[in-house]
């Protein structure tokens, strides 16, 4: 994408849609948090991705894609070689999108119409350009929405749990031990949790280990190199849970990814 059409895709004049198209190398690409007037649908071809905000963060395989509305404060970074793809939409056109970030499952139709608009050049949109910037929103309106993979606690002490867990997944501390680490009753941490994320202390956990298994599996670490250093008792106890969560082993879900 060149600087010019960078500049329109973060203003909000011009076009109500403008796509992008990145290819990145086997490397990993730090996007620091930020933001940008017009919302944001962004997915990829292949590879894999994590984005996140304050509240939340989750990985995005090649078949989903995640909305961010206007002016939300964001985060990404790349694992390996990625292709991915971006829809800026101007705030005008977004009052029918989520108001809140969240990620979709990506239609066949949608990402082919990205792709076409990916080839778009100028300020200014012909008929048959607004027919399709037409599809893709309502492609993205119509698309299923689904909540945070990994949603972010509130109340301080958990909050002080859940982002050491983030920087170590591994850390084997039982829930006792952290709750005395963070200065709160292991009985209002087991039920704080549930309150604010949605999810148990252990599930919490255990999606937390699966996301960081997941960057780690894209950048080329080997499986058995993963199940120990998130601190999984064996490679199969690991596999197992990787298939219960997802479906498929790892093998099979990076073959498709």
């Avoid at 909540?147 to 039982?174: E, K, Q, W, Y």
Wanted: hydrophobic residues 40%.
């Amino acid at each position: 994408m060149d600087e010019e059409r960078f500049v329109l895709a973060v203003s909000d004049t011009c076009e109500p849609i403008i796509v992008a198209i990145y290819e990145t190398p086997a490397e990993h690409r730090d996007m620091g948090m930020h933001s940008h007037p017009r919302g944001q649908l962004s997915g990829l071809r292949r590879g894999l991705l994590t984005i996140g905000t304050e509240a939340g963060a989750w990985v995005v395989p090649a078949d989903q894609a995640v909305w961010l509305p206007p002016h939300q404060p964001h985060y990404g970074y790349t694992h390996g070689a990625v292709e991915s793809w971006s829809c800026y939409i101007a705030e005008t056109a977004c009052s029918k999108l989520p108001d809140r970030p969240c990620t979709i499952k990506a239609s066949g139709l949608l990402r082919e119409a990205v792709i076409r608009a990916s080839r778009w050049q100028g300020r200014e949109m012909d008929a048959g350009q607004w027919r399709l910037a037409m599809v893709l929103l309502d492609e993205l309106c119509a698309a299923p929405s689904e909540p945070f993979n990994l949603p972010m606690p509130s109340d301080p002490r958990l909050v002080l749990i859940a982002r050491a867990l983030l920087d170590d997944p591994g850390d084997r501390r039982g829930m006792a031990a952290w709750a005395t680490w963070a200065g709160i009753s292991e009985r209002t941490m087991s039920r704080r949790f549930v309150v604010e994320t949605g999810y148990s202390y252990t599930v919490w956990r255990q999606r937390a280990r699966l996301m960081r298994a997941l960057e780690m599996l894209a950048e080329g670490t080997p499986v058995t190199t993963v199940a120990l250093d998130l601190g999984y008792d064996s490679v199969s106890a690991f596999i197992a849970l990787f298939k219960r969560m997802l479906g498929v082993t790892p093998a099979v879900y990076f073959s498709t990814v």
